[in-house]
C-alpha cells in the first residue's frame, strides 16, 4: 500500500502562484511515476504532470508547460507542482497520483493510489 498526502491549495488571485505538495508513505520504493491530477466542477479528472521517481523526467500537459514545474524529493518521498501565472481555469481540486507500472501515462485508470486532493481556487 501507498498512503499519498497532498497540500499547499488556497485561494489566490489571478497571476499568482501556489506550490502544491505531495507527501508519499507506506511501500514507497514500489512507486515507478507519480502524477498530478486535477478535476474542475462538473469535468473529468485531467492530467497535469507527471515525474518518474528514480531519474526525475518530466512530463506536461501542453496546457500547463511553461506554468507549472512538477519536481521531487527523493528523501522525503515528496513530490511538488509549482504553478505561476495561475488563472481562473487552473481553479480545480488537484491530485496527486502513484504508478507502479514503470511506464508513463495520462490516463487516471494506469495510477494505482491516489491522494484525497487539494483545492485550488484563482480568482480574477
Known amino acids: 500500500q501507498v498512503q499519498l498526502v497532498e497540500s499547499g491549495g488556497g485561494l489566490v488571485q489571478a497571476g499568482g502562484s501556489l506550490r502544491l505538495s505531495c507527501a508519499a508513505s507506506g511501500r514507497t520504493f514500489s512507486i515507478r511515476y507519480m502524477g498530478w491530477f486535477r478535476q474542475a466542477p462538473g469535468k473529468e479528472r485531467e492530467f497535469v504532470a507527471a515525474?518518474?521517481?528514480?531519474?526525475?523526467?518530466?512530463y506536461y500537459r501542453d496546457p500547463a508547460q511553461g506554468r507549472f514545474t512538477i519536481s521531487r524529493d527523493n528523501a522525503k518521498f515528496t513530490v511538488f507542482l509549482q504553478m505561476n501565472s495561475l488563472q481562473p481555469d487552473d481553479t480545480a481540486v488537484y491530485y496527486c497520483?502513484?504508478?507502479?507500472?514503470?511506464?508513463?501515462?495520462?490516463?487516471?485508470?494506469?495510477?494505482?493510489?491516489w491522494g484525497q486532493g487539494t483545492q485550488v481556487t484563482v480568482s480574477s
Open positions: 515525474i518518474r521517481w528514480s531519474e526525475g523526467s518530466t
Open positions: 497520483a502513484a504508478d507502479l507500472s514503470g511506464l508513463i501515462s495520462t490516463s487516471t485508470g494506469d495510477y494505482d493510489y
